[in-house]
């Protein structure tokens, strides 16, 4: 069993930032994919960005492209989501997950979730 536990959420005004942080327990992270999704009021759940578990492959929704920065510190069992110039559209709950895999892709299903933590941006 993995727990995720996120953090780093706020309220900022467009084209701030925010970083925020999911620190894993319970498994290392050494052989997991790690993701971030986003849920909006209204909205389903939707990909933000993966990083696989080398570090070498990451991937992104078009719409956070350039804006965004996932990164792993697997030493501190840690994943990070960089978020700069932030839009009123990028408000939502956000989730880690964690999914293991013997390959090195971020092509997965995810296994385990955290709780999420709020980001407002407001305009």
């Known amino acids: 069993q993995v727990q995720l536990v996120e953090s780093g959420g706020g309220s900022v005004q467009a084209g701030g930032s925010l970083t925020l942080s999911c620190a894993a327990s319970?498994?290392?992270?050494?052989?997991?994919?790690m993701g971030w999704f986003r849920q909006a009021p209204g909205k389903d759940r939707e990909f933000v960005a993966a990083?696989?578990?080398?570090?070498?492959?990451?991937d992104y929704t078009d719409s956070v492209k350039g804006r965004f920065t996932i990164s792993r510190d697997d030493a501190k069992n840690m994943v990070y989501l960089q978020m700069f110039s932030l839009k009123p559209e990028d408000t939502a709950l956000y989730y880690c997950a964690a999914a293991w895999s013997v390959a090195d892709t971020v092509l997965v299903q995810y296994d385990y979730w955290g709780q999420g933590t709020q980001v407002a941006v407001s305009s």
């Open positions: 319970g498994r290392t992270l050494l052989t997991y994919t």
């Open positions: 990083i696989s578990w080398s570090g070498r492959y990451t």
